[in-house]
């Protein structure tokens, strides 16, 4: 078989968002993540991050809590959640109780504190993607 046919019969990588007002942090995750073959899209705030899940379904969201502009992380979320049904590893500088008690609000599927390492980064998606799968094979069950 040829490798452009092999490539169409492969199964398409899983789109991660990275949701991300910081510049270099989001093109430092989005490339941590294609270098292992996801595919990826990027939003600087939460208005664009659930524009571009409209425009380009995710399989999963990567995203930090405190964003810029009117809505933050947990908001975003909380709407990706309810809209798309997509689950959402955060990823923020913010490790503190308050923070961590209106992140598990919206019943995300990662919480990872920033620098974060590759291999952890991998893992949280990866993780999320499988929890993900699971929980839709069991709701089809029902």
């Known amino acids: 078989m040829s490798p452009a046919r092999a490539r169409l019969l492969a199964p398409a990588a899983p789109r991660v968002l990275v949701v ?9 995750i989005a490339l941590t993540l294609e270098g292992q073959g996801y595919s990826v899209g990027t939003a ?6 659930l524009a571009e899940a409209e425009r380009a379904p ?3 969201v ?9 809505g933050d992380g947990v ?32 019943g995300p599927h990662g919480y ?7 291999t952890e980064l991998l ?5 999320a993607l499988s929890r993900d799968a699971l929980e839709r094979g069991l709701r089809e069950r029902e």
């Open 20 to 28: 991300e007002d910081e510049g270099i942090v989001a093109a430092d």
């Open 44 to 49: 600087a705030s939460a208005d664009e991050a």
């Open 58 to 60: 995710a399989d999963v």
């Open 62 to 70: 990567v995203m930090d809590i405190r964003l810029e502009g009117k």
């Open 75 to 106: 908001w975003a979320a909380d709407r990706l959640r309810q809209r798309f049904g997509v689950p959402v590893v955060f990823l923020t500088a913010h490790g503190d109780p308050e923070t961590v008690a209106r992140a598990m609000a919206a």
């Open 112 to 118: 990872l504190v920033k620098p974060f390492r590759p």
């Open 123 to 127: 893992t949280a998606v990866e993780v």
